[in-house]
């Protein structure tokens, strides 16, 4: 006795393979919830099935041997837990969700599920100025240029700019307070982001409160850093900005400042012509991993937020995929 093989057929006799890519196909753009409502399926059901959808789509991808690589991590609930996230910056795409943490433990078992040969082949990693990362790439890719991620960098100076706006909040009284109170928004957003409401409330906030103005200016004036190709004239622009900050009172942009001179080497790196990658894709992808956990919500599976976090940024799968056994 045999039983014949059937190439539509799924591993599971209970569906088709082809009903099997439809579900994850469903799950691509409607929330798993959804998909069980409007295919009468349980949630768990709907949940294995674009486990095999999205498995299929990283088996199509291949193995990654990424050459630039950015590393960053996420939040993914309350109380300080981490994962770590690294993508193929070349390749637009995440490669690797992982970790317990963002230790240098964590990394390095994407490096070690990299292999010590890829690892080699790595030319440059873009990360914040954490030092657990910076540990585990000297001693996994010791050849690898660092970058630091300028959205970072320049998050840290919005902050110094906030912690501007709370103090003179608080030295304050009166009408004076008023043209701060609930500007947050319209003070750390670039102008160009305003609508003309919100521009105009700028305008009024900068002429009726000098330190602001002054904070605001030198935020905006930093972040020429980014078009210079040669650290040499880079390194001179930020001396040049730091000896504008005398006399102006700032403490909290005067320990911006002495970051900046801790971590010069990488950020000098992004000057580098060789080293001018895309890190658009770095903080395009935090945002659509928040838009997918906030439509995960409820799961406690890890495994299966991390692998729904690389397949997104996968092509979907096409139609005669369901020829392949699943």
Wanted: with cysteine; charged share 30%; net charge positive.
């Amino acid at each position: 006795m045999f039983v014949e093989r059937l190439d539509w057929l799924a591993g599971n006799p209970r569906y088709t393979g082809r009903f099997a890519l439809h579900v994850g196909a469903l799950c691509r753009e409607m929330t798993n919830k959804a998909v069980a409502e409007a295919e009468g399926l349980h949630h768990s059901t709907v949940k294995d099935l674009d486990k095999l959808y999205m498995a299929r789509q990283v088996a199509r991808a291949g193995a990654p041997v990424p050459e630039a690589i950015g590393v960053d991590e996420i939040a993914v609930r309350k109380g300080h837990s981490y994962r770590i996230v690294v993508s193929d910056l070349e390749r637009a795409r995440p490669i690797w969700v992982g970790g317990q943490g963002r230790t240098e433990a964590d990394l390095d078992v994407f490096f070690a599920m990299l292999g010590v040969q890829k690892c080699t082949r790595i030319r440059l990693a873009v990360m914040d100025m954490w030092r657990p990362f910076r540990n585990s790439l000297r001693r996994n890719a010791p050849d690898a240029r660092i970058v630091f991620d300028k959205f970072h960098i320049m998050r840290h100076l919005s902050d110094a700019l906030d912690t501007v706006r709370r103090h003179e909040y608080q030295r304050l009284a009166g009408k004076d307070r008023a043209f701060i109170k609930g500007q947050r928004y319209t003070l750390l957003s670039h102008r160009e982001n305003l609508s003309l409401e919100g521009k105009a409330s700028l305008r009024k906030l900068l002429k009726a409160n000098k330190r602001l103005n002054t904070a605001y200016v030198l935020k905006e004036s930093f972040g020429q850093l980014w078009d210079y190709t040669d650290p040499t004239l880079a390194r001179a622009f930020v001396d040049r900005w730091r000896d504008s900050l005398k006399w102006q009172r700032l403490k909290p942009y005067e320990r911006f400042a002495a970051m900046i001179d801790r971590h010069w080497e990488g950020i000098a790196s992004y000057c580098h012509p060789d080293n001018k990658v895309s890190l658009g894709l770095v903080e395009g992808l935090n945002n659509k991993i928040r838009v997918l956990q906030r439509r995960a919500y409820g799961y406690q599976d890890d495994a299966y937020l991390n692998l729904k976090i690389v397949a997104a940024f996968l092509p979907p799968l096409p139609r005669n995929a369901s020829n392949d056994p699943l």
